[in-house]
């Protein structure tokens, strides 16, 4: 995706906001006595002038926070990062990859609003290749660097199921939609709940903590895992053999 592109589809999501601002900013200055109060000098009339110009410095700072998430994404993504190999029970690189995500995050403020717009963002990026693992890598490490504890991600925007969400977190995260393999990979004291599917592997390497997974989950759950708890509402196809963690229903 060039710049310009970026560019035109962030000025997209900011304008996809409802109107209602302008209209309620409308409607109080009718309220207060319109332009004529402010002209007068009406200490309402120029709060209301006031907050409109607040409103509009934070919509610009919401921008300046999506901008700056995009190019830390887009670095990410030309860091050729490729995908973890799985030796034996342990998966390797996974470590490097967040540590590569880190550094590009580091010093860059974000709340839950700012997580929000940018999942809604990545539906642009998904012929990038290693898509669905080098996305919730990020987002894992967006998760976890983040000063927040808990943390909502909306997947139901994106079409491919996102690898690793969750991975390595000790905070609470809601995965609204689906996830793809190994989500919460070595969870330590975290909670995690997928209200969609889940893919193969999920709680692999898990130490501690609670894995929620109302739809129906892969393969190899919690292969590898050490401690833990991974609920199954809606089932499996299959249990790994070493699996540690409690998981409910067998």
């Known amino acids: 995706m060039s710049s310009f592109q970026v560019s035109f589809f962030l000025i997209g999501i900011f304008f996809e906001l409802p109107y209602c601002e302008d209209v309620i900013c409308m409607q109080n200055r009718q309220a207060s006595g319109g332009d004529r109060a402010i002209a007068q000098g009406n200490p309402a009339g120029n709060g209301l002038a006031g907050s409109f110009t607040r409103e509009a410095g934070r919509t610009k700072d919401s921008?300046?926070?999506?901008?700056?998430?995009?190019?830390?994404?887009?670095?990410?993504?030309?860091?050729?990062?490729?995908?973890?190999?799985?030796?034996?029970?342990?998966?390797?690189?996974?470590?490097?990859?967040?540590?590569?995500?880190?550094?590009?995050?580091?010093?860059?403020?974000?709340?839950?609003?700012?997580?929000?717009?940018?999942?809604?963002?990545?539906?642009?990026?998904?012929?990038?290749?290693?898509?669905?693992?080098?996305?919730?890598?990020?987002l894992s490490a967006m998760m976890n660097i983040g000063e927040g504890q808990e943390y909502v991600v909306n997947t139901r925007g994106i079409r491919t199921p996102l690898h690793h969400l969750g991975a390595c977190s000790s905070k609470k995260i809601i995965i609204r939609g689906d996830a793809g393999d190994h989500a919460g990979d070595f969870l330590n004291r975290g909670e995690m709940t997928i209200e969609g599917k889940a893919g193969n592997a999920v709680g692999s390497d898990m130490q501690s903590g609670l894995i929620t997974v109302k739809g129906r989950a892969g393969f190899s759950v919690g292969a590898g895992s050490n401690g833990g708890t991974i609920l199954l509402e809606s089932g499996c196809d299959g249990v790994a053999p070493d699996a540690k963690a409690k998981i409910e229903p067998r």
């Open 63 to 138: 921008l300046d926070r999506l901008v700056g998430l995009l190019d830390a994404w887009q670095a990410f993504c030309k860091a050729q990062v490729g995908e973890p190999v799985a030796e034996g029970k342990r998966i390797i690189g996974l470590s490097h990859h967040h540590s590569v995500a880190f550094t590009l995050l580091c010093n860059r403020p974000f709340g839950q609003e700012d997580m929000d717009r940018f999942c809604q963002a990545l539906s642009s990026f998904e012929d990038t290749e290693n898509f669905a693992f080098k996305a919730g890598i990020f």
